[in-house]
């Protein structure tokens, strides 16, 4: 598989990253740190044979695409395993979801995945994964302490594969 996803300034990252932090040491679950997940918003998901056309179609889409704030206002859980904190679909980042879709969604034999589509998406920053029922309750706990409402810039976009990861493309915006 496929992710297009997002990443954030300096401070923002610092600040989520913290938070990551907090939770692998309040739950004891450290998958987060040892998997070194950075902070990111993923706002496309897709299967394809076509790495090198989805590379200059996103390139193509992405010229002249501005840095742009967002708001991270909760935070919420996929259950049974994942805590996440919860950014304000705002107008920027829903443009930059339809952005990217509408660069991709023509390119044949490439299969977008519906809970990534824009108005079937739930934008999130992943804080915790695998976690257990215990660790679950743990990491709500830490981010009681840690998490206040909270800004931050996005600058950079990214292309990379699934299992493995592998970082392929990225672009920083203006």
Known sequence: ????????????????????????????????????????ITIAGFETHRECEVIEKLGQALVGQRQGTLTWAGVGAFFPNVL?????LNEYLHKLSVTVHESIINIEETQLRRCYQPFQWLPHTTIGKKLSEEEMVKAFIALQRSFGMFEGKVTRIGLAKTNPYEDIASWELL
Not at 23 to 33: K, P, R, W
Not at 84 to 88: D, G, K, M, N, T
């Open 1 to 40: 598989m496929h992710l297009v996803s997002i990443y954030f300034d300096e401070k923002t990252d610092k600040r989520i990253r913290q938070m990551i932090k907090a939770v692998a040491e309040q739950s004891g679950n450290t998958y987060m740190l040892d998997a070194n997940v950075p902070p990111h």
């Open 84 to 88: 996440y904190l919860a950014p304000v």
